[in-house]
């Protein structure tokens, strides 16, 4: 069993900066892919950035790419999402997920079997 726990959302500014972090327990974190997801009311939860499971390989929505890194601490049983320059459409709840392959998170992320409780960053203008 894994379990997620999200947390660092918060309320900022247009143009500022949110790091948000997700602790995972269980013994399948250090070799599992790991992604971060968003969901803004009315839309459908969208992709947001992953990373393998050394930490070598990330990926990111087009939409984030230059303004979010995603990172990880195995050692921590961490993953990171740094968010630099919001903007207001980047107002969302934030999840992170986990699976062992990072093409499943990508592309198939409703297949994910673990998921964190979500964090609500909203950025204003």
């Known amino acids: 069993q894994v379990q997620l726990v999200e947390s660092g959302g918060g309320l900022v500014q247009a143009g500022g900066s949110l790091r948000l972090s997700c602790a995972a327990s269980g013994r399948t974190f250090p070799g599992n892919a790991m992604g971060w997801f968003r969901q803004a009311p009315g839309k459908e939860r969208e992709f947001v950035a992953a990373i393998t499971s050394t930490g070598r390989i990330t990926y990111y929505a087009d939409s984030v790419k230059g303004r979010f890194t995603i990172s990880r601490d195995n050692a921590k049983n961490t993953v990171y999402l740094q968010m630099n320059s919001l903007k207001v459409e980047d107002t969302a709840a934030y999840y992170c997920?986990?699976?062992?392959?990072?093409?499943?998170?990508?592309?198939?992320?409703?297949?994910?079997?673990?998921w964190g409780q979500g964090t609500q960053v909203t950025v204003s203008s």
């Open positions: 997920a986990t699976d062992g392959n990072i093409a499943t998170l990508r592309y198939r992320w409703y297949e994910c079997a673990y």
